[in-house]
């Protein structure tokens, strides 16, 4: 029996309210000695950590830097090893694009070729407007070849969906995004056997190739990259598996994707952190379960801004009596994957993690950082077990056996 059969079993209704806070990208690693969270002025998360129970959580396995949809399947309670979602499906379920059964999708990235090489994946996190414009110039031009039909949807600042609608279609391409800057971007090539992918990478390299002539004397994006390459999953509902109402507060469209497919509600938000607490605070009484995600972390540790991380620490922390007075019976927060600004980019490293509720048992966690964590009652645990967690201390698993 495995978790998802157990919580099946296990889970039961009530009147409890269950918020999971994930500051995405929290982790990082010392500069002159100390992380960005034991750097920032943080005396709300602090004082929450006085009376909570805390630990570090693994999101993958240890060792394994993860992505931002496996690291928070993991907090949702699914298996990430089993669950095997693409990039390119949560952003575009998360962008309100239309997916079908037989289209194949992907996240994109305008970015900047110089001499054969990206040189910013980002083009300068080119302003969203730029991106509309640019994505209107690519669907005029390359709307359909051998009976496919093209579309890029735009999204936020430099990203945008990529969508190819036909027969025959397959996912099991390689990433056409080399990840990092000064490499040269890589084809999208079939990760296995079977006529379908290697026409699927065929018919995608052309698209790149084509829209990258078109871009040729834009001055910053002069390209596209493609990673996430995914088809339609199907995965059991929050409701199915724990009898929850669910609903999520988060921006960003991959996130919103994510949080649609494991059947939350998603709620109107704008980008602030005013506009996500504002959100929560309306939508409070209507549902059980909360995930409420919040985005500057991560950018500034991707961006290797040590200081704006600590800000945006700072800038949650402020927030957070907000979401204490809403008096939720279990409140979380953690992450879904550590950023240190030193390495400017996802890592391996754990996630802090609090938990508050009356039946948590406060541990001599003082500070709400990575190495005080490590020293809570929790310890060092998977990700795949906060869902459990929450659920326990809400009143909402039944006794397991005799």
């Not at 889970?11 to 500069?31: A, F, Q, R, W, Y």
């Not at 070849?145 to 936020?156: I, M, N, R």
């Not at 040729?216 to 996430?228: F, H, Q, S, Y």
Request: glycine share 8%.
């Amino acid at each position: 029996m495995n978790w998802e059969e157990l919580a099946r079993e296990l889970s039961v209704s009530n009147e409890t309210k269950i918020i999971l806070l994930v500051i995405d990208g929290l982790g990082g690693l010392p500069h002159w000695g100390r992380t960005e969270l034991e750097t920032a002025q943080k005396p709300n998360l602090d004082h929450l950590a006085v009376s909570s129970v805390c630990g570090l959580t693994d999101p993958v396995w240890p060792g394994v830097t993860p992505g931002s949809g496996p690291a928070h399947l993991a907090l949702f309670g699914y298996d990430p090893l089993r669950y095997r979602l693409g990039r390119g499906i949560l952003e575009a379920l998360g962008s309100e694009v239309e997916v079908a059964a037989n289209d194949l999708v992907a996240r994109g990235n305008f970015a900047t070729l110089k001499e054969g090489l990206i040189i910013d994946r980002r083009a300068g996190r080119l302003a969203t407007a730029e991106t509309e414009r640019l994505c209107a110039k690519i669907n005029e031009a390359l709307k359909e070849k051998d009976g496919y039909v093209f579309h890029l949807a735009p999204g936020k600042e430099h990203r945008f969906v990529f969508k190819v609608s036909g027969q025959g279609l397959s996912d099991a391409l390689s990433e056409a995004d080399p990840q990092k800057d000064h490499l040269m971007p890589p084809p999208a090539a079939p990760m296995g056997a079977g006529a379908e992918a290697a026409g699927s990478a065929s018919l995608v390299n052309s698209y790149i190739q084509a829209a990258t002539d078109l871009l040729k004397d834009e001055p910053v994006a002069n390209t596209i990259l493609l990673r996430g390459f995914s088809k339609l999953p199907s995965i059991p509902t929050m409701s199915e598996l724990y009898k929850l109402k669910a609903a999520a507060v988060a921006s960003y469209p991959m996130y919103r994707g994510l949080a649609k497919l494991a059947g939350m509600e998603v709620l109107q938000a704008g980008a602030e952190t005013e506009d996500i607490v504002a959100a929560l605070e309306r939508s409070f009484k209507d549902f059980d379960f909360f995930y409420v995600h919040y985005k500057k972390t991560d950018s500034a540790g991707e961006d290797g801004a040590f200081e704006a991380k600590v800000r945006a620490i700072e800038e949650i922390d402020r927030f957070l009596p907000r979401i204490v007075n809403l008096k939720p019976d279990v409140l979380a927060v953690t992450s879904d994957h550590s950023t240190p600004a030193l390495l400017k980019s996802h890592s391996w490293h754990p996630n802090p993690f609090l938990l508050s509720a009356k039946s948590a048992l406060p541990d001599r966690v003082t500070v709400f950082t990575e190495r005080e964590c490590g020293q809570g009652l929790l310890g060092r645990f998977p990700a795949l077990q906060a869902m459990p967690l929450l659920l326990a201390h809400a009143g909402r698993l039944k006794k397991f056996g005799a």
